[in-house]
């Protein structure tokens, strides 16, 4: 939904919607996106751009993370807002202990530097000053997200983990535990990643469904009696 101080002006809006021509007074005005029918934002990564289209010259602008912007109108301006949403991807993390164990295995997921991909959602006309702006925006990452997993009958701790992430390259390492090997890592065949020792890399893009299954072997025991 597309609204104006709290009145919406266009209803379960889908790309390529909007308001059309709204007249306001001047003074502060409030634009924001809320969820429509059947949908979560909190899918999703939301952006916002606003700018003045009657300006000659770059004029006023505005540009950040979010769903909702107070606007300070003044006479004769022309505000266009335009709302991006980039819906996230669902990392799911499984661990497989073999045999099943009620040993607790540590993961720590991280996203990795890459190119920003706002730079490729903000198409406007002056394109090329809204990519400049869109390299000096703050753009939030998700990283060091570290928990334990394990493989047995306790409901105590779980067995997988889902995670909502924004598009992007991810580290997934499972930390080394004292009398177990890693003896595999399977995120699938028809999806970008590759493994490193104990972590795998993997490339997400937006919407993706993904499962990486760590498994894990005991090590055998030998003792040696001396009589």
């Known amino acids: 939904n597309l609204s104006i101080n709290d009145s919406i002006k266009k209803a379960d809006a889908s790309d390529g919607d909007d308001t059309g021509f709204v007249r306001v007074i001047t003074g502060s005005h409030?634009?924001?996106?809320?969820?429509?029918?059947?949908?979560?934002?909190?899918?999703?990564?939301?952006?916002?751009?606003?700018?003045?289209?009657?300006?000659?010259?770059?004029?006023?602008?505005?540009y950040a993370e979010g769903t909702s912007i107070s606007i300070p109108v003044t006479t004769g301006q022309h505000i266009t807002c335009t709302f991006y949403n980039t819906r996230r991807a669902q990392l799911t993390i499984v661990k497989d202990a073999q045999p099943q164990d009620g040993q607790d295995f540590t993961f720590t997921?991280?996203?990795?530097?890459?190119?920003d991909t706002v730079q490729q959602r903000v198409t406007r006309d002056s394109a090329a000053t809204l990519l400049e702006l869109?390299?000096?925006a703050t753009v939030t990452r998700d990283a060091g997200d570290t928990f334990e997993l394990d493989d047995d009958?306790?409901?105590?701790?779980?067995s997988s983990k889902q995670l909502g992430l924004s598009p992007g390259l991810y580290s997934v390492e499972?930390?080394?535990?004292?009398?177990?090997?890693?003896?595999?890592?399977?995120?699938?065949?028809?999806?970008?990643?590759?493994?490193?020792?104990?972590?795998?890399?993997?490339?997400?893009?937006?919407?993706?469904?993904l499962t990486c299954t760590f498994t894990n072997t005991k090590r055998a025991t030998v003792t040696i009696t001396k009589d």
């Open 109 to 115: 997921v991280t996203r990795l530097p890459d190119e």
């Open 30 to 62: 409030t634009v924001a996106e809320t969820a429509g029918t059947d949908t979560s934002l909190a899918d999703y990564d939301s952006e916002y751009y606003c700018s003045d289209d009657n300006s000659e010259d770059e004029g006023w602008w505005a």
């Open 153 to 158: 009958a306790d409901a105590t701790l779980p």
């Open 174 to 209: 499972e930390s080394p535990t004292a009398g177990w090997d890693l003896t595999s890592i399977d995120c699938g065949d028809d999806v970008e990643w590759y493994q490193e020792g104990t972590t795998a890399y993997v490339y997400l893009t937006a919407g993706q469904k």
């Open 134 to 136: 869109a390299k000096d």
